[in-house]
């Protein structure tokens, strides 16, 4: 009773009549409302093409997108199934037009990217449903109640109506099912919630069903059961978003931990991650980075395998770790810049003997480094070989001597050779997916170079780790997609393969 003093409670003083001469009147199909309805989604989609939220809102502003809808809850709420199929009809059309006008749009448009206003609409969650709940139930209100603004009703519900429909027509215009698809699931799951809820707020102010109440109530319950039907990939969807959140954080720990212990001037420049979806069998989770690296400090291939090692520990779970090297270049002195063009002569130099030498070698790393006291060039490699190919061929001497030419300061070198086990297969078949990889990434990616790539077998769960090593030069910006080379693999030998990749941007290679 103290509450009533203070609050006027005028939910239920609503004129019934006014509101369906209301509704009835703005769902006409009439010029005015083909024009609003065509200038929405032409401004809509060019502010998503632009990236620019004011002009999405303008688009959203003279929308009239809102009163089929509201028309369905009423005719539903009332039981008059001649509001229900006029309204569905409009709301047909409204759909057909939108998107064609957006599609139209889209071809005649010199800007085609996915920017983050079209990519937030293509990841639909469940929090989404409930904005659209929301504003469906300030909709409803505000027609039932004058002194509510219906355009801030009408905007309220174009939020989650006109960009996701848009996103689609440019989905569809770009022939991107992925982006069509993920938008118009969350226009679908907004125009079923904003319709319940409607119904929900029509009934609760009085508008009941009076000449056909058996079809109000199978409406409402067909609309509740469409409603949980959609709420389900919205629920999975919104754990997988909470999911990825959650390996950036603790990827971006891990990663930006780790560096810090090596040096304070190394920069993570970007840091992504991905998930696989609920229908695949892989369950590997991807984490790539790119990294800026001062030119005086190498970044060891054990360096990558411990940060793998922690990210599948945190994540609980198997992690592709993919770890992208960039260096960065300052201001040094002369002679520490004729250091650094010997240091790389003579890392190319090695290589380029070591594989003409023997081709059954795989280099697993190299390390050079310039003793200022002795004046002497100290060079370690360390090569890899399948156990029957463990055959030295490798003259040290002479390759040293040729070496300490290229310099013209002596060299000493140390080359450690390990041959390769396989766990419970024989080295026969490690080398023909060895082999298959090299040739799948030499046949297709003739820029790269590959470096490395080691093959090891696990039996008990049919599973390869392959760790591949590749010299990327900067010219080359399309990149390669290891996903691609894994399912060729596992196509091709019928297993299952876990990919580690380290690719390296740099004028010498980096292990």
Known sequence: MLLGSFITNDLFHVNKA??????????????????????SSIVCTLGLLLNSTPIVIGGMIISPMMWPLMQTSIGVAYG??????????????????????????????????????ILSRTYPTLLDLIVAIVAGGVAALAISQPKISESLAGVAIATSL??????????????????????FLLFLANVISIIFISIIVYLLLGLRAKNDPVFAKRATFTLFMALVVVSIPLFLLLKKYTFEVQIYSVSD?????????????IYISSIDTSVPSFFSKDREVSVSAQVLVPDSIEITFDVQQKIQSELSEALNSDVNFSLLLQRSLGVTSKKASEVSKKRSLLQAALVSELRMSDANYDIDSIDISYLEDRGVWRVSAVLRADTEAFRPNINSGALENTLSELVNTPVELSIELIPRIAIGMDTANIEKVRSSVMSYLSDNYPQIDVKSAYVEYNEGENRYQISIEVLVPFSFQAGYDVQQLKSYLEETFNSEFALTETIIYADKIIY
């Open 18 to 39: 006014e509101i369906l001469k209301k509704v009835r009147h703005s769902t006409e199909f009439s010029f005015s409302f083909i024009l609003l309805l065509i200038g």
């Open 80 to 117: 008059r199934s001649s509001y229900v199929r006029q309204a569905f009809l409009l709301l047909v059309f409204s759909i057909v037009a939108s998107l064609t006008a957006s599609v139209l749009i889209t071809f005649l448009s010199p800007i085609k990217l996915l920017n983050p206003e």
């Open 162 to 183: 006109m960009p996701p429909l848009c996103v689609s027509g440019i989905g569809l215009a770009l022939m991107r099912p992925d982006i069509f698809l993920g938008s």
């Open 253 to 265: 720990k891990i990663l930006h931990r780790s560096f810090s212990e090596i040096s304070d001037s």
